[in-house]
DNA sequence: GTTTAGGTACGACCAAATTCGTACCTGTGC
DNA sequence: GCACAGGTACGAATTTGGTCGTACCTAAAC
């Protein structure tokens, strides 16, 4: 189950949930994002500048988040998002790998 | 452009068509059970036995081949669809790992 | 306290995906 | 010829997914 935020536990990531939360470009896009930078790196979901509406924005972080591919904290009046490497390379080996590769043009 | 019976090019597969079809339980199904078989092992749609009606089955296959996983040829009265192994692996490096490691049972 | 920026919650809309039934086509086998 | 099995095409119903506007909440800045 979930935690209180919904994340579910490394253990509980499906295959299923994480390559529908990879198929959408722009979650794929934030993926990207964090994947090429430094581990450990947190950023706003604002900082992505993602060109939907605020309430888009959100509805694809939690996607990611359920998916278990990032993990969103609390950090005074925003939430950084973090991406789950470690879990994700021990669920999905070599799934990072695939989505840091893609051009990321179109 | 996909040729006439709907087949893109290696170079023509795309990330999200590829993710987006491995999204569907049933699809990654046939993919895996493909991907455990020898190679060049082609089936007809209906050896799989998926337990939805032929014209269910006719579109996940077509999803399959348009997104560019397998590759569906005639053969006399039916159709065999084969896994196009090389190419997956070629574009899509561990992608098939990934799903063949899944445990099929839900 | 007031304002402001970052996010969420809810309801709604529209497009796409999934499913099915039915009709149809094409070879194989009798 | 005829029946049959494997697939496809079409249309229709349902569900899901992405998008938005609006209202709201929280904490920081003033």
Do not use: W, Y
Request: proline fraction near 8%; glycine fraction near 6%; charged fraction near 25%.
């Amino acid at each position: 189950m979930p935690d209180s935020e919904g994340h579910p536990s490394a253990g509980e990531m499906t295959l299923s949930a994480v390559l529908a939360a990879l198929a959408d470009p722009l979650r794929r896009r934030v993926v990207r994002e964090l994947a090429s930078a430094p581990d450990g790196t947190a950023r706003t979901c604002a900082s992505f500048a993602l060109p939907v509406s605020k309430a888009t924005v959100t509805h694809h972080f939690r996607t990611l988040r359920e998916a278990g591919l990032i993990r969103q904290v609390d950090r005074g009046n925003s939430r950084m998002a973090a991406l789950r490497r470690t879990d994700i390379e021990t669920c999905f080996p070599g799934l990072l790998a695939l989505v840091t590769a893609e051009t990321p043009a179109p």
